[in-house]
């Protein structure tokens, strides 16, 4: 099984990036997907689930509006479009998968990436 994140780099605060992460080894079509993000000297923290056909999604609070979460399953990949970026969204982001529907509990995904780094400069 593997989640290859990418697409984070250095951006200016308004600015926009995306996501992609990349899963193998798995039925990914059968899985909930979920983005998580983690900042310099603070817990993990939950952004944004989409389920398993693309057609239900859930963002948290601090992201909404800003942020799209979406999935091809034909091309195994999850994406999170982050537009109007902000000092405080800097985190590694991290890709998972679960069968729960608990999306906002990180405990509830079974298989991680290994997080692509977003830097938001003001």
């Known amino acids: 099984v593997q989640l290859q994140a990418f697409g984070g780099g250095l951006v200016q605060g308004g600015g926009s990036l995306r996501l992609s992460c990349v899963a193998s080894g798995f039925t990914f079509s059968r899985y909930g997907m979920g983005w998580f993000r983690q900042a310099p000297g603070k817990e993990r923290e939950f952004v944004a689930a989409i389920g398993w056909g693309g057609g239900t999604t859930f963002d948290a609070d601090t992201v909404k509006g800003r942020f799209t979460i979406s999935r091809d399953n034909a091309k195994n990949t999850v994406y999170l479009q982050m537009s109007n970026l902000k000092r405080e969204d800097t985190a590694v982001y991290y890709c998972?998968?679960?069968?729960?529907?608990?999306?906002?509990?990180?405990?509830?995904?079974?298989?991680w990436g290994q997080g692509t780094l977003v830097t938001v400069s003001s």
């Open positions: 998972a998968a679960t069968l729960r529907t608990r999306w906002s509990e990180d405990t509830a995904y079974v298989y």
